[in-house]
């Protein structure tokens, strides 16, 4: 599919799946992989990932454990042009791998290769190949050129012929432990730890379900945080003192907040100029289009005004009552 990510990642990239990552990284740094691998497990665990980070160690020209990520051979991984890298990804109405795509990559293999340079050919959901596909791959599994390191990927053992199997070392990946995804949710992709440990919970081990629960519990904290800000823009006292006390000690919590106010103030400015301008939170009601206490006419003033808050922020100024003086003022309660 056209949309995925190209990717060159280093072993230390990917979350869990240590035991398989120990062994390819061992294969790499003797310089010995198995011509074949059969990557297992269900959809969203980092099959491919996996089989990603193998190749761009093997084409690393640096560094023989792990991809440098800086190397021309790195680089053109990651732009999906290094020309010893195949990958072959389901296709055509039927979304099944064809055998002609099988062709075409034998065709590609029977170019001669560079002297000492490895090549790698990754098959995603191996398990769409039919039989004539499989059979025509089968034929590379038996004799491999020289220097070629083919990975397939797929959901079971059983969707390939036994005679395919039997050629490539099978690898199964196993779920990935709750502590190390919610970890690595944190790390890698920003998210706050309530909503990191929420969502790896719910995602028995698989890394692509957590960051899908990871996206609907973001969704959701973000509408909490819009009703609360709005419900405190119109002088809700009550929402007011909640915004406080939820950035009292908070620098990087009140950051984002004032960033949300400056989103707000945006959306207002646009509601109040009927221009039909496309707003930033344009699923929240149209009641953020009149601010209670603040004229339109004060809205562009407020933006500026917070961008110095922001940086007071950076000053060591107390977060709450930053925050405290900021709504005062806007729902015209201190002047
Ligand atoms: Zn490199």
Same mark, same amino acid.
């Given at each position: ?13 990917i ?5 398989v ?11 010995r ?14 099959k491919?990932t ?53 062709q ?6 029977s170019?001669r290769?560079l ?11 191996a ?5 004539t ?6 034929k ?6 020289e ?19 039997s ?6 990946l ?7 995804? &919610?970890?690595? #949710?944190?790390?890698?992709? =920003? %998210?706050?730890?309530?909503a +990191?440990?929420?969502a !790896?919970?719910?995602s *028995? ?12 519990e973001t969704?959701?904290?973000r ?7 709005i ?7 009550q ?26 103030l945006?959306? &207002?400015?646009? #509601?109040?100029?009927?221009? =039909? %301008?496309?707003?930033i939170? +344009?699923?929240?009601? !149209?009641?953020?289009? *009149?601010?209670q206490?603040l004229?339109?006419?004060?809205y562009a003033?407020w933006?500026d005004r ?24 806007m ?5």
């Amino acid at each position: 599919m056209d949309d995925r990510p190209l990717t060159a990642p280093h072993w230390s990239e990917i979350v869990g799946h240590s035991r398989v990552v120990s062994a390819l990284s061992r294969a790499v740094v003797a310089d010995r992989p198995h011509h074949a691998y059969l990557l297992l497990g269900p959809v969203g665990l980092g099959k491919m990932t996996v089989a990603r980070a193998l190749a761009a160690a093997l084409l690393c020209e640096t560094q023989r454990d792990g991809a440098c990520g800086a190397c021309p051979g790195c680089s053109k991984v990651r732009q999906g042009m290094h020309t010893a890298l195949h990958e072959i990804v389901p296709g055509g109405k039927s979304n099944t791998i064809q055998v002609d795509q099988i062709q075409e990559i034998q065709r590609k293999l029977s170019y001669r290769r560079l002297q000492g340079a490895w090549r790698v050919v990754l098959v995603d959901d191996a398990g769409t190949m039919n039989e004539t596909a499989q059979n025509k791959l089968l034929k590379t599994l038996e004799e491999p050129p020289e220097g070629t390191v083919l990975v397939l990927c797929a959901l079971h053992p059983a969707q390939l012929l036994q005679t395919v199997r039997s050629r490539c070392q099978k690898l199964s990946l196993g779920p990935v432990d709750d502590d190390a995804l &919610a970890a690595w #949710l944190v790390n890698t992709h =920003g %998210a706050h730890a309530g909503a +990191a440990r929420a969502a !790896a919970a719910g995602s *028995q081990g698989i890394p692509g379900r957590a960051l899908e629960l990871l996206d609907m519990e973001t969704a959701e904290l973000r509408q909490v945080r819009l009703r609360h800000m709005i419900a405190a823009l119109h002088g809700d006292e009550q929402a007011i003192a909640e915004q406080i006390r939820a950035v009292d000690r908070d620098l990087s919590g009140c950051a984002d907040a004032f960033v949300l106010l400056q989103e707000l103030l945006r959306d &207002a400015m646009v #509601l109040a100029s009927e221009s =039909g %301008a496309r707003r930033i939170h +344009a699923d929240v009601d !149209a009641r953020v289009g *009149q601010l209670q206490g603040l004229a339109p006419a004060h809205y562009a003033a407020w933006i500026d005004r917070i961008e110095v808050v922001q940086e007071m922020l950076s000053r060591n100024v107390h977060p709450g009552a930053l925050m405290e003086d900021v709504l005062l003022r806007m729902t015209g309660r201190l002047t």
